[in-house]
């Protein structure tokens, strides 16, 4: 389940940035919005992925995040 999970997130962030570089500096950088914990570490549990994604929801949509 949890690589379903990472899998899902990471999909998204490559899709959104095009390309695996900005796709995994997204997702090991920590983010705000995740109490400063890297997406890939939020990841883990199916809670966290969804916060992932909002964000990278929120960021394809141009939304403030």
């Known amino acids: ?3 379903q999970r990472l899998a899902r997130v990471t999909a998204l962030a490559q ?3 095009g390309n695996d570089v900005d796709a995994r500096a997204f997702m090991t950088t920590p ?3 995740l109490h400063d914990k890297p997406p ?3 990841a883990v549990t199916e809670l ?3 916060e992932v994604e909002q ?3 929120a960021l ?3 939304l403030p995040v």
């Open 1 to 3: 389940m949890l690589d």
């Open 15 to 17: 899709e959104l940035w």
């Open 31 to 33: 983010h705000p919005m």
């Open 40 to 42: 890939a570490e939020r």
């Open 48 to 50: 966290g992925a969804r």
């Open 55 to 57: 964000i990278l929801h």
């Open 60 to 62: 394809a949509f141009g």
